[in-house]
């Protein structure tokens, strides 16, 4: 059942994406010592995970500020990673519809892939709870409070220990993305989309500015088009034959 009260709504949220949170420490420490290998000063990746709040732009960012690439360069290519949140927001956008435009930029800044599926998943349990927006506030002021304590830990430590990024720690991270994509799979579409974005994104790895996560995101979305065409047109001959 739903939670009955804010408080409760709340505390639920930020309670049921703790095992994201474990997932995505490693990687905001590895963040805060890569910023402590580049020209920024340290406030500058702190000042980025307060207001970019988005892990692998972020990263994407850093690295290419380290080579000296231009502003256009960091906008558009950190732009292309994030589209995919247009997707999450495009799923949950009927879930809040219905708040207050402050509300609705809120929660839009705190969406993450992780936060996204702790949503997904409430929302699919509970479609039409009246306090989820508060749910939605917990676990993505968790989120976001864990982003900020780990990137503070790995600018103040990371220097003491300069090989952090070779000890494989970011492997939590695709842990916890495993963890996010293969509850989604419950459909035949959604297989057909994630095995297509999956091979795409592998095939283009080496593709300047991220370009083959652009690919792969389109290649998923026409895989799991095609896929409900397909299946659509077979319910309609099959209705037809009887």
Request: charged share 5%; with cysteine.
């Amino acid at each position: 059942m739903p939670h009955s009260t804010r408080l409760s709504s709340f505390a639920a949220g930020a309670c049921d994406t703790l095992p994201m949170l474990v997932g995505a420490a490693p990687f905001g420490v590895i963040f805060g010592t890569l910023v402590g290998s580049t020209p920024l000063a340290p406030w500058h990746g702190q000042l980025m995970s307060m207001s970019v709040y988005a892990g692998s732009s972020q990263f994407i960012a850093v690295g290419l500020v380290a080579a000296n690439a231009g502003l256009l360069v960091i906008w558009l290519t950190t732009l292309i990673v994030n589209l995919r949140h247009m997707l999450y927001a495009a799923t949950l956008l009927p879930r809040v519809t219905h708040l207050p435009l402050g509300w609705r930029f809120g929660l839009g800044f705190l969406l993450t892939d992780e936060t996204f599926a702790v949503m997904n998943a409430y929302y699919l349990r509970h479609a039409a709870a009246p306090l989820g927006h508060w749910y939605f506030l917990g676990s993505g002021l968790a989120m976001y409070g864990n982003w900020q304590f780990w990137t503070l830990a790995g600018l103040l430590f990371g220097a003491g220990f300069p090989q952090l990024q070779s000890l494989g720690l970011d492997f939590a991270m695709v842990v916890t993305f495993i963890a996010i994509v293969v509850p989604q799979l419950r459909q035949r579409s959604q297989l057909a989309a994630a095995l297509a974005a999956g091979a795409c994104a592998y095939a283009g790895k080496d593709l300047p500015y991220k370009l083959g996560l652009l690919l792969a995101v389109l290649a998923g979305v026409a895989a799991g088009i095609l896929t409900l065409h397909r299946q659509a047109r077979g319910a309609v001959e099959q209705e037809g034959g009887a």
